[in-house]
């Protein structure tokens, strides 16, 4: 049996009452897990770069706190006994272990991006949400270490390159502090949670957390802003200049909007003559695709077959007078769902506060119910409990929903 003991980073051995360790190795994090995958639960942060610094979805830094220990697991190194993002399973199989609680604070894009990984995160506690569920009015981690545990937490990190090497010192306080008071939040919002006779909301809520999916890809170009009133050659021409975008940002490692701006595609495709003349000028494109016009004049030639080749018109679509009708009879249907809800709505808020009613009864919740999407059964229990309380109280019957 190893008695091996991982050594305190050198550079700043203690955060808080935390003893903090800097994991860049195997073996390193494999004593680390030694230590952490017997332990009723543990307090996670991620640190990743979304299309801010570099390009893609990237995994940059793991913070787990543990008892009096903190531990920064720095995927992005290299070397023959380096950790890197490939040789993370043994810590994925303590995130999907359903006996360790993982505490974090607002995890949404995190489970996301640890999905991509093929990790599969098991019992989560949010203090987001349970913050949520005690009608707080504002659920920033910042707002609650100040208003439940009397912290001042300064945030001038939030936008870090967390991928550039070395981290600061700076970086590396910010990424401790934001794991390390979690135990401590969760105890107290846990107990407010509680007292508010709210326990079986927040279990629904959490165990919801574990179903997000990854983000849609399809289509992303019909996101841009005037795509939707383009013809549907023009919308062929711009989806192909999309993924030209998205491959030169990934060589380059650039977020794609700091690659080709949204406004020069668009302008490619609607006056494209005027903006192949004016390209060397333009400022908003990476410098190194000054010289990339004549592969741009080719690949709209080539979308341009190909959108022929499909049959896809030029011409701007304009509706039929059935068409016309049968959009304003869809806006007029929504219209009155959204007025039907409203009183109910109004009453959750009243009772419960704003923060509950937008949990239970969200824009999107009406529209699919208005458009048969969703059953008032396909709800959480407690929303369903909830609504339909709030419905009888008002005297409102909610069995066309039913």
């Known amino acids: 049996?190893?008695?091996?003991?991982?050594?305190?980073?050198?550079?700043?051995?203690?955060?808080?009452?935390?003893?903090?360790?800097?994991?860049?190795?195997?073996?390193?994090?494999?004593?680390?897990?030694?230590k952490i995958k017997n332990t009723p639960e543990i307090a996670v942060d991620i640190e990743f770069d979304r299309n801010r610094h570099h390009y893609g979805f990237s995994l940059c830094l793991i913070q787990i706190a543990c008892d009096d220990s903190c531990y920064i697991i720095d995927p992005l190194q290299e070397g023959v006994d380096a950790l890197s993002i490939k040789k993370l399973n043994p810590l994925w199989k303590v995130f999907e272990n359903p006996a360790i609680i993982k505490i974090f604070h607002s995890p949404s894009e995190d489970i996301r991006l640890l999905k991509t990984l093929n990790c599969y995160i098991k019992n989560i506690f949010d203090t987001h949400t349970a913050a949520q569920l005690t009608s707080t009015p504002t659920f920033s981690y910042k707002h609650l270490l100040e208003t439940r545990l009397q912290i001042n937490l300064e945030k001038n990190e939030q936008t870090s390159d967390w991928k550039r090497r070395p981290l600061s010192p700076f970086q590396l306080q910010y990424a401790a502090k934001d794991v390390?008071?979690?135990?401590?939040?969760?105890?107290?919002?846990?107990?407010?949670?509680?007292?508010?006779?709210?326990?079986?909301?927040?279990?629904?809520?959490?165990?919801?957390?574990?179903?997000?999916?990854?983000?849609?890809?399809?289509?992303?170009?019909?996101?841009?802003?005037?795509?939707?009133?383009?013809?549907?050659?023009?919308?062929?021409?711009?989806?192909?200049?999309?993924?030209?975008?998205?491959?030169?940002?990934?060589?380059?490692?650039?977020?794609?909007?700091?690659?080709?701006?949204?406004?020069?595609?668009?302008?490619?495709?609607?006056?494209?003559?005027?903006?192949?003349?004016?390209?060397?000028?333009?400022?908003?494109?990476?410098?190194?695709?000054?010289?990339a016009i004549a592969d741009i004049e080719a690949l709209l030639q080539q979308a341009i077959q190909e959108a022929q080749a499909l049959g896809l018109s030029n011409r701007p679509y304009y509706p039929t007078q059935a068409e016309k009708q049968a959009a304003l009879d869809r806006r007029d249907q929504l219209r009155r769902c959204k007025d039907f809800f409203k009183p109910i709505r109004d009453h959750i808020q009243q009772q419960y506060g704003e923060s509950i009613a937008a949990l239970v009864l969200t824009v999107r919740i009406i529209e699919d119910f208005c458009w048969e999407r969703y059953k008032l059964s396909h709800l959480k229990q407690y929303a369903q409990n909830i609504i339909r309380q709030a419905a009888a109280d008002i005297g409102t019957d909610l069995s066309q929903y039913e």
Do not use: C
């Open 1 to 34: 049996m190893s008695h091996e003991k991982l050594t305190p980073y050198p550079h700043q051995k203690k955060v808080e009452s935390f003893q903090l360790y800097y994991i860049d190795t195997q073996h390193d994090l494999q004593l680390m897990l030694d």
């Open 180 to 291: 390390i008071y979690l135990f401590e939040l969760k105890k107290i919002l846990l107990q407010e949670v509680t007292s508010l006779h709210r326990l079986n909301w927040l279990q629904e809520e959490l165990l919801h957390l574990e179903t997000l999916e990854i983000a849609e890809t399809d289509n992303l170009h019909l996101r841009i802003k005037g795509a939707k009133d383009l013809t549907d050659l023009q919308r062929h021409q711009l989806k192909a200049l999309f993924d030209y975008r998205d491959k030169q940002a990934q060589k380059l490692n650039k977020p794609p909007y700091q690659t080709i701006e949204d406004g020069i595609l668009m302008a490619l495709v609607e006056r494209p003559k005027d903006t192949i003349a004016q390209w060397t000028s333009l400022k908003r494109k990476h410098p190194r695709l000054q010289n």
